[in-house]
């Protein structure tokens, strides 16, 4: 007996991943074992798959047009086997969520079970990191991201929009003064992130026009959380995500300063999983529980 949505599975793996190595790992197996799957694949169909260099693996004509088909055949049979399991008990089986951990401690964990309650039937592994990880490589089924999307390969679903605010702590400000105007900033302590993505200056506006100042301090930090526990120690002035830095806010731990010149910019938040996934029911239960239950403070 052949089995070829095995194969079909393991070519997916594959494409998705870049190669045997990363296939085997999602898949549980071994690369010879998965280089043997695409060997006899390409025996039946009678072409060429993938093309093997020494460096690297890339689709051949033939490789693209059969994963397209391919992951649209699989998609139709999880979604017929997917429904009529819903339909009988609910969406089942192991959920792995990746974010960060300020998304994360802020945003899903308070919200998290309800969602547990409402779908006994997934177990839920919540991983939170502020290193960006693969979803091939850590095996996860969804990741919540933060800012611009950098990887094609995923679908995106869009959750919302984090705006950020300048704040610091009623310690810090009795200390050091609160800043009249962004200029000011140059004589204060401004915390900044250690991530080479990031730049040494932050926008404000002024009138009807939006100007980067560039800030200084003898602080950074690797991530938000480490930026926000060193703001609300009086530590210096941060520039952070309102979801992130909401109930500090409320609760009088950091204040905001300069709302005058908040030019009211942003970043997307997405939830992101893999494009050959076929949507499982216990991805889009998760998926649709966010699109419901979860508030961003504006």
Not at 1 to 18: I, K, P, S
Request: net charge neutral; proline share 6%.
């Amino acid at each position: 007996m052949d089995n070829r949505a095995g194969e079909m599975e393991t070519f997916l793996a594959v494409a998705d991943g870049g190669s045997f190595a990363s296939a085997a790992k999602a898949l549980r197996q071994t690369p010879s074992a998965i280089s043997r799957t695409i060997g006899r694949l390409e025996a039946r169909l009678g072409v060429l798959l993938i093309r093997r260099t020494t460096r690297a693996l890339a689709l051949t004509a033939e490789g693209e047009r059969y994963r397209e088909r391919v992951a649209a055949l699989l998609a139709e049979l999880d979604a017929l086997e997917g429904g009529l399991a819903q339909e009988a008990e609910g969406p089942r089986g192991p959920l792995r969520v990746n974010a960060s951990v300020p998304f994360g401690t802020q945003c899903l964990l308070p919200i998290l079970p309800r969602f547990l309650d409402a779908c006994p039937g997934i177990e839920l592994t919540l991983s939170l990191s502020d290193t960006l990880v693969d979803l091939v490589e850590e095996r996860a089924d969804i990741a919540i991201r933060i800012g611009p999307l950098r990887d094609t390969r995923l679908r995106a679903k869009k959750l919302g929009r984090s705006a950020m605010a300048v704040v610091a702590s009623p310690t810090y400000l009795d200390t050091y003064g609160t800043p009249a105007s962004p200029a000011d900033l140059a004589h204060h302590r401004c915390l900044r992130f250690s991530f080479r993505r990031t730049v040494d200056s932050w926008p404000f506006r002024t009138g009807k026009t939006v100007v980067q100042r560039p800030v200084d301090g003898p602080f950074m930090g690797n991530s938000g959380e480490v930026v926000r526990l060193m703001a609300v120690a009086g530590g210096g002035i941060a520039r952070l995500g309102r979801f992130h830095i909401a109930m500090d806010l409320a609760a009088g731990r950091l204040v905001e300063i300069l709302p005058d010149h908040n030019p009211g910019d942003g970043e997307d938040i997405h939830a992101l999983y893999a494009a050959h996934e076929r949507t499982a029911t216990r991805i889009r239960a998760f998926l649709d529980f966010l699109e419901a239950e979860l508030v961003l403070p504006e």
